[in-house]
């Protein structure tokens, strides 16, 4: 499983800005078509995700995860 500081990486490859770090991160993109997508990231770096959040997390950016996996091999 992905680390967070792994998700980070690709949220800023993604062009996702951090637009909030409280308890949480919240990421955000507007896309062109006007979509806004928004995922929120524990501070906790080395920490895997927990399968179930890891999912819901992708599923929020967009992502599947054999896109993830490509991103964060390059």
């Known amino acids: 499983m992905p680390t967070y500081r792994d998700f980070r990486k690709i ?5 996702f800005a951090l637009v909030r770090s409280t308890k949480h991160e919240t990421w955000e993109k507007i896309c062109e078509d006007g979509i806004i997508l928004r995922t929120s990231l524990s501070h ?13 997390m992708l599923k929020q950016c967009g992502l599947t995860e054999e896109e993830f996996n490509k991103l964060l091999k390059d």
């Open 44 to 56: 906790q770096q080395g920490k895997y995700i927990p399968k179930p959040l890891f999912y819901r």
């Open 11 to 15: 949220l800023t490859k993604l062009d």
